[in-house]
């Protein structure tokens, strides 16, 4: 399995242009998670779905939007870049635990993606 | 919202010594799970350990353990004869219990961790 990828690994984007973020898992899973990374900070969560065509906003959605039309696919779209979206975009994906005792949702990250906006 | 606070941006310990990581959260949940994460220059997120809120026993993870403080809310990350490959970010996370959050995780803004020789 090749687990969770992304692409591109980097990108620089000039202020206003517009660019969507791959994101594809092979592992089944339900749930799957945008997280953006600023310099010395945690990841926060941009966006989320739980499964084929449901999406719900995170806590920084501003600026992007998601769509979900596959289990495998869940990409991320960023329709006029700013200086404040230059991060470490993180993609991830989890079945949701169901129930306590059961093997819990482990959630798989991506490797990544730089974006710089000038 | 939960919070998690880590309270150390910056660590050093020498190889083969111990090292402890500190981590406090606040909710209002009862059912959750904590974690902590390693996310070395590779930037790879790597799950380290987690625990969950309803099992008093701290979890261990070969040289990694926890001290989990339920009602402290505090969760910290001790790391026995710390190898050079363990320099890294560390981010602890918490998540909630409930579908309603997507079960995504919230993190704290990490501590980073040299080994020396």
């Known amino acids: 399995n090749a687990g969770v990828t992304q692409t591109p690994k980097f990108r620089i984007l000039k202020i206003g242009q517009s660019m969507t973020l791959q994101c594809a898992q092979d592992?089944?899973?339900?749930?799957m998670y945008w997280y953006r990374q600023d310099p010395g900070m945690g990841l926060k969560l941009i966006y989320y779905s739980v499964g084929a065509g449901i999406t719900d906003k995170g806590e920084v959605p501003n600026g992007y939007n998601v769509s979900r039309s596959t289990t495998e696919d869940f990409p991320l779209r960023l329709e006029l870049a700013a200086p404040s979206q230059t991060s470490v975009y993180f993609c991830a994906s989890s079945y949701p635990p169901v129930k306590a005792g059961e093997t819990y949702n482990e959630q798989f990250f991506g490797p990544g993606t730089r974006l710089t906006v000038l | 919202a939960q919070t998690v606070t880590q309270s150390q941006p910056e660590m050093s310990v020498q190889e083969a010594e111990t090292v402890t990581l500190s981590c406090t959260y606040d909710t209002s949940e009862n059912n959750y799970y904590l974690f902590w994460y390693k996310q070395p220059p590779s930037r790879q997120m790597i799950l380290v350990i987690r625990q969950e809120a309803y099992k008093q026993q701290n979890a261990t993870e070969n040289r990694f353990s926890v001290n989990f403080q339920k009602a402290a809310k505090s969760f910290s990350l001790k790391i026995s004869d710390s190898q050079l490959g363990d320099t890294a970010m560390y981010f602890c996370a918490f998540m909630k219990r409930s579908s309603n959050s997507g079960y995504a995780l919230n993190f704290g803004k990490g501590t980073s961790l040299l080994v020396t020789p």
């Open positions: 592992m089944n899973h339900n749930y």
